[in-house]
């Protein structure tokens, strides 16, 4: 017994296991290493052999759905060596990449074609954006879309949220900004002297109050109204068979359980918007809490991005929380299966299912009715499509939780606070926003934005006719 | 044709480069680290001075009222720290002393496992982040919080009624986070250990649990120790995977199933949507707690060794 003991200790007496983990993470590069030697242990031989049939099968799927030309080189990858492994999944790879790149081009091409591009090339420049993440997933459509038509033109948008967005483009570190939010008056006084910025409303998005109550049908959508929102999120409303909720639906069983409130806990325009709705709804939350895109939430669970929040609602029956219409509307593998969303009362009485119709209803109303749209270099602060709506009674069929998003852009572009290197830059800059606010608006649709309406976008070019560099004016033409 | 002296003196050339570029690395680390603390300083300077003191207790965060306190936000710190040290480190200690203790004459059993608690500690913290929120988090709740909310409900810990976001979970995930790197240094302490400690216990008719308990684990105690500072110091800093756990919320609750929020997951939900020079400032304030309180702990870490090892060394 001790004999064994000993002879076992003096055995590994110089034992180093697995001292290497650089082998186990570039599988690859440890073949490549080890395979001429014979040390080799059979484990690392085992799980190569297994990356190697990923690979293998991972290169046959797609050649059988592509070009036939990878079907040669999987098959000669099967009998040999290790070089052409490394080679088989880099063809792989930028296999993939072309197919997808061939399949945007087509489905943003029927987009594209029905519009016919009035203005000439563009001379090169590179413009360079910052702002929100509620307009990326449509941003990044028009990034590729106006490269389709001015293939001159590079311009590059990073979704840092709205604050650094205003902080850059007050910082003159980008070509122009992007917004949830119109800027504060601190904000405004934070630009350089002497400067104009314009607010340009680029895209819209509406936020609804999403939920997951278990054994409520589907087709059932339970009916909201502003005051009964900040009441459940003030935390004076706790019950789902609360009168006031009961009183609104009173078709549906509702049930007795807590409702378990989820709000965003990153800065965003979507808690902008919703919170801009709750201060006109409710007294109290204009006082206690305001519209912030990072408001101090009185109660409930903060969940990490629109993706996050649908987690969270979808991981705890009885919750209720805000997402984005566009979340909703391009999400439908979860929307009336684990999650589901109410109605919102307008001011018109009517119960308002959000669709991309009522949200661009909402925008028309919004800059016609209520406070004036700023014109030219107003200030925009404190102005929002949720406030003008609030008190419309005469349009029946908007949404009233619908909110603009803005892009950024001095009125006089120069190089010594707006960054401007040229007139060609400076140029591309003006044609760009142009494009997203006219002919890019239909690219929305398929990804939950809604249209800008005519007269807001009549409205935005005679803003953007605005801008000059030097002097000159830069939009032209249509 | 070159000469000695040619190679001579071109040998000391090279050397005198080498040493040069060596001490520029080493000084550059020194700066760097001086550049860090002085730039977090002046970035918060503006919320130091509307502040001051109260901010580390102050327990309101309203970003809309320009009111700031990081009190809600240190305790969740510490709270899901301590969570994830309580029951990460004796997993790490089982994993480490299976490895080398037990594991000795598997080498396969061994290495294979070896690995994969390497290869854990690579995964990126994202990766356990949803992970958490969409596996961990529902599982946990209905199997394990709710039943202890039921039957011990009345005890202030497990008071709330669990949702899955919460001190807990996001404990849990950082214990499953710092496993991997406290188990993988602690096995390298314990293969450290000579085996004439080993084999003096063994002559004196210990069995094998006698020997890790009195002679492997007291010798590595200091490294292992060690171990546990590297764990701690990756549980405070984590920001993602607590981030989508954690809940978010302000407010501050001895439940550890009441929603709360940690000095990294603040930083990380908050920094882009600034809307005053204030609330930009104050955010860099909560990030120079943060590296202060990085610092403190290896800086205790690094003298409680020192003792340690010098109580070892006088032992001996």
């Given at each position: 017994m001790l004999e064994n003991l000993l002879s076992s200790i003096f055995y590994d007496s110089h034992y180093t296991c697995c001292r290497l983990p650089i082998n186990h993470l570039f599988l690859p590069v440890a073949l490549k290493m080890n395979f001429n030697k014979t040390a080799t242990s059979g484990t690392t031989i085992g799980l190569v052999v297994v990356l190697i049939v990923v690979v293998v099968a991972a290169g046959a799927y797609i050649a059988l759905n592509g070009s036939g030309s990878t079907t040669t080189i999987t098959q000669t990858s099967v009998s040999t060596s290790v070089s052409t492994q490394t080679s088989v999944s880099t063809s792989v790879s930028t296999q993939t990449s072309t197919q997808t790149s061939v399949q945007t081009s087509t489905a943003t091409s029927t987009v594209t074609s029905t519009e016919t591009s009035t203005s000439a090339l563009l001379p090169a420049a590179t413009v360079n954006g910052a702002g929100g993440t509620l307009v990326f997933p449509l941003m990044s459509t028009w990034l590729y879309t106006f490269n389709q038509l001015q293939p001159n033109v590079q311009v590059n948008y990073a979704s840092v949220g709205s604050g650094a967005g205003i902080t850059d483009i007050s910082k003159g570190t980008v070509n122009f900004g992007e917004s949830d939010a119109p800027l504060t008056k601190a904000q405004y006084s934070a630009l350089p002297a002497g400067s104009t910025l314009l607010t340009v409303p680029v895209s819209a998005s509406g936020v609804v109050p999403a939920y997951n109550i278990p054994g409520?049908?589907?087709?059932t959508h339970l009916n909201f109204t502003g005051d009964v929102l900040a009441k459940i999120f003030l935390g004076?409303?706790?019950?789902?068979?609360?009168p006031a909720i009961v009183a609104l639906n009173p078709k549906v069983t509702l049930p007795a359980n807590p409702i378990v409130v989820i709000h965003r806990s990153d800065g965003s325009g979507t808690m902008y918007a919703f919170t801009n709705y709750l201060t006109d709804s409710n007294a109290q939350w204009k006082a206690q809490v305001g519209t912030s895109t990072t408001p101090n939430w009185p109660v409930g669970t903060g969940c990490k991005g629109n993706e996050g929040v649908a987690g969270c609602i979808e991981n705890n029956q009885y919750s209720l929380g805000p997402l984005e219409v566009a979340y909703v509307l391009t999400n439908s593998n979860l929307i009336g299966v684990s999650i589901n969303y109410g109605t919102v009362q307008n001011h018109a009485g009517n119960f308002i299912l959000a669709t991309l119709a009522d949200v661009t209803l909402a925008m028309q109303a919004g800059v016609t009715q209520g406070a004036a749209v700023p014109q030219g270099s107003t200030p925009w602060t404190g102005w929002s499509i949720i406030n003008n709506i609030y008190n419309d009674s005469t349009d029946t069929g908007i949404y009233p939780i619908t909110t603009f998003t803005y892009a950024l852009i001095y009125e006089s572009l120069s190089a010594s606070y707006a960054g401007f290197t040229s007139q060609a830059q400076a140029t591309a800059t003006v044609s760009f926003i142009w494009y997203c606010v006219n002919?890019?608006?239909?690219?929305g649709a398929n990804i939950g934005y809604a249209a800008l309406p005519a007269n807001v976008v009549a409205s935005d070019k005679s803003t953007l006719s605005l801008v000059t560099y030097n002097g000159a004016t830069l939009l032209t033409g249509s | 044709m070159i000469s000695s002296k040619q190679i001579g003196r071109r040998r000391v050339g090279g050397d005198q480069i080498l040493k040069g570029a060596v001490a520029a690395a080493a000084v550059s680390i020194v700066v760097l680290l001086i550049a860090l603390g002085i730039e977090l300083i002046n970035g918060s300077l503006q919320s130091l001075t509307t502040f001051g003191f109260p901010f580390l207790y102050s327990n309101t965060w309203d970003p809309n009222h320009n009111i700031f306190g990081a009190l809600p936000f240190i305790y969740g710190t510490l709270v899901t720290s301590a969570i994830a040290l309580l029951i990460g480190l004796p997993v790490s200690l089982g994993v480490a002393i299976f490895l080398s203790e037990k594991a000795k004459g598997h080498r396969s059993v061994g290495y294979v496992l070896g690995s994969l608690v390497e290869l854990l500690a690579a995964v990126p913290s994202v990766i356990f982040g949803l992970w958490g929120l969409f596996v961990l988090s529902p599982n946990l709740k209905t199997y394990v919080e709710a039943p202890l909310h039921e039957?011990?409900?009345?005890?202030p810990i497990f008071s709330t009624t669990p949702i899955g976001l919460d001190y807990f979970v996001a404990g849990i995930i950082l214990a499953i986070m710092i496993i991997p790197t406290v188990a993988a240094v602690s096995r390298d302490v314990l293969n450290a250990v000579p085996n004439s400690q080993r084999e003096a216990m063994y002559s004196l008719g210990a069995t094998h649990w006698e020997v890790i308990r009195k002679s492997v684990l007291p010798y590595a105690r200091s490294g292992i120790f060690g171990a546990t500072i590297l764990g701690l110091g990756r549980a405070v800093g984590e920001t993602m995977a607590v981030t989508f756990v954690?809940?978010?919320?302000?407010a501050i609750s001895p439940s550890l199933f009441a929603q709360g929020y940690t000095l990294s997951a603040l930083i990380v939900n908050q920094v882009a949507e600034t809307s005053t020079p204030l609330n930009a400032s104050a955010i860099v304030e909560v990030a120079l707690i943060l590296f202060g309180l990085a610092l403190v702990i290896n800086i205790f870490a690094r003298l409680f060794v020192v003792r340690l090892t010098r109580g070892a060394r006088f032992r001996a």
């Open positions: 409520l049908p589907a087709a004076q409303i706790t019950v789902w068979n609360d002919q890019g608006q239909t690219a | 039957y011990l409900g009345f005890l954690i809940g978010n919320s302000t």
